[in-house]
Structure formats: structure tokens, C-alpha cells
């Protein structure tokens, strides 16, 4: 009688270990837990994307900075809402030049693909005339207000930049 009480424990152990794993498991693959992920994510698929534009400079490197606004769960992706900022540099006579960036605010689409997080669509408003509508198409009114209520923000992103400009051009020469 004793015996049976300890197997049928040990198979209650075993079989609720088993539960949580899976659980554990599924979790993961279906929530966006971590920021620096989400962040590493999106400047992984802009350096892709901008690997091949044309460089005016031979030491030329283009640096992103990503603030995250919102993100949420939509089917078998996650939504996110970021504004970006890239800026390019280059070293000439011992100087660190700038030549040029951005800012942007994007809405990301982001799949997990083999336990990788990885950006399957990226989304900015357009210019001039469409900047408005495509706006209000693209976010939410409290992340629109978020964006163009940016107070520090900019600043944040600069000093991100400006850690990885040092970082990158002090091995330059």
C-alpha cells in the first residue's frame, strides 16, 4: 500500500513536470517577454535591409537606436510599435564624421521561426502629403501621441548611437 502511494506520487511529479515544460515551452515561443530580444530583432532586419545602399565613405557604418512603444499578440505574430533612429558615420583625417539619418516610427511584424525572433514586415508612414493618413492608419492614437510627444526620447536614442559610433571607430583607423 505504501509502495503504491510512492510510484503514483512520483508518476503525479513526473507528469506535472512534463505539463510545465511543454507549458514553459509554448509560453515562450508565443510572448514577447524581453525588449533587448525585440530590440536586436528590429536592428538586425534594418542592417539587412540597408546593407546593400550605396556608401558615400569606405569606413561608412549606419547605426540604429529602437525605442518600443507597444506590443501585442495578433494571430501567430506580434505587433510592434517602435521609432527608430539610424545615423550614419564615417572617419576622415582622425575625425568621426556624421553624413546623414533618420528617425521613424515603424509598426514591425515580428514571427518566431525556429525558437528565432525575426522581423517579417516593416511598416513607416510615407512622406508629404501621406505622412497623416498613413499615420492614423498605422497607430493607434495614444502610440501616434507617444511619438510625436517624444520629450528625451530623441535624446536617449542619441546616446545609444553615439556608445556604439564610439565603440565602433575607436578600432578604425
Known amino acids: 500500500m505504501k509502495k503504491e502511494k510512492i510510484v ?42 540597408d546593407e546593400l545602399n550605396y ?25 510592434v510599435y517602435a521609432l527608430t533612429l539610424d545615423s550614419n558615420f564615417y572617419k576622415e583625417d582622425n ?11 515603424y509598426k514591425f511584424v515580428l514571427k518566431r521561426l525556429n525558437g528565432n525572433l525575426i522581423v517579417v514586415d516593416a511598416i513607416h508612414p510615407r512622406d508629404g502629403t501621406y505622412y497623416v493618413s498613413d499615420m492614423k492608419d498605422l497607430f493607434p492614437y495614444w502610440i501616434r501621441n507617444k511619438i510625436h510627444n517624444r520629450h528625451g526620447t530623441l535624446e536617449e ?17
Open 8 to 49: 503514483l506520487g512520483l508518476m503525479v511529479i513526473i507528469i506535472l513536470t512534463t505539463i510545465i515544460a511543454c507549458f514553459m515551452t509554448c509560453y515562450k515561443e508565443n510572448t514577447l517577454n524581453k525588449d533587448k530580444e525585440v530590440k536586436e530583432a528590429i536592428v538586425t532586419y534594418l542592417e539587412k535591409r
Open 55 to 79: 556608401k558615400h565613405h569606405e569606413n561608412e557604418k549606419r547605426f540604429y537606436s529602437v525605442k518600443l512603444y507597444d506590443k501585442k499578440r495578433e494571430k501567430n505574430s506580434f505587433i
Open 95 to 105: 575625425e568621426v564624421k556624421e553624413d546623414g539619418g533618420g528617425v521613424f516610427p
Open 157 to 173: 536614442l542619441e546616446q545609444v548611437i553615439e556608445v556604439q559610433k564610439e565603440e565602433y571607430f575607436k578600432e578604425v583607423e
